[in-house]
Each structure stands twice: as structure tokens, then as C-alpha cells.
């Protein structure tokens, strides 16, 4: 089992950068594949990016090319490096994890989750 917690968001103007972390407990952590998903007010959670054990990434098309994730093994964190911010991007963004060898952009495939940080992007 894995316990999850985010840091990091806050309030940025568009066009700003925010990186959030997800620091995981448990000694299996390269075990782990890791996402980041985030759910706006009014609208259904919605995946943003994942990461696999060996570092294989996938991303929404909404975030390409703006958000980056990235991984630290040593560190059992998770990190979602976001640049261009723009007000869509307003959101709780949750850290996730699954304990198998694939990535997944389904919230439904993941058991771990963690409480969620705010980012809210100002116009």
C-alpha cells in the first residue's frame, strides 16, 4: 500500500509556471506507475499525464508540449512541471498510483490516491 500527498499548487497568473509534487510513502515506489489528474469546478476528474516504472510518459492533448512529468525514485515523489498556465487549467490536481507494469489514462485503474492541490490560474 502507498499513501500519497501532494504540494505545491497556488494561485499564478496566465502564462506562469507551477510544479507540483506527490510524495509517496512505502518501500516499493519503483513498483509504482504514478499520474497526475485534476478535476475543475463543475466538471468531471479528468486525466492529465502518467508515468511509468521506466520513465515511459503519455499526456492529455490539452497539457502536451506545457506539462511535463517526471519521477524520482530516490526521493518515492512524482513531480508535474506545468508551464503557459492558462485559466482552464484552474483545477484539483490529484497524484494517483497503480501498483502494475502499465500505464493507464482510466482514474478508474488507479487504487491510491492522494487529497489534491489547488492551482488556480488567474487571467
Known amino acids: 500500500q502507498v499513501q500519497l500527498v501532494e504540494s505545491g499548487g497556488g494561485l499564478v497568473q496566465a502564462g506562469g509556471s507551477l510544479r507540483l509534487s506527490c510524495a509517496a510513502s512505502?518501500?516499493?515506489?519503483?513498483?509504482?506507475?504514478l499520474a497526475w489528474f485534476r478535476q475543475a469546478p463543475g466538471k468531471e476528474r479528468e486525466f492529465v499525464a502518467t508515468i511509468g516504472r521506466h520513465s515511459f510518459t503519455q499526456y492529455a492533448d490539452s497539457v502536451k508540449g506545457r506539462f511535463t512529468i517526471s519521477r524520482d525514485n530516490a526521493k518515492n515523489t512524482v513531480y508535474l512541471q506545468m508551464n503557459s498556465l492558462k485559466s482552464e487549467d484552474t483545477a484539483v490536481y490529484s497524484c494517483?498510483?497503480?501498483?502494475?507494469?502499465?500505464?493507464?489514462?482510466?482514474?478508474?485503474?488507479?487504487?491510491?490516491w492522494g487529497q489534491g492541490t489547488q492551482v488556480t490560474v488567474s487571467s
Open positions: 512505502g518501500r516499493t515506489f519503483d513498483d509504482y506507475v
Open positions: 494517483a498510483a497503480r501498483r502494475t507494469p502499465f500505464t493507464s489514462w482510466r482514474e478508474g485503474e488507479y487504487a491510491y
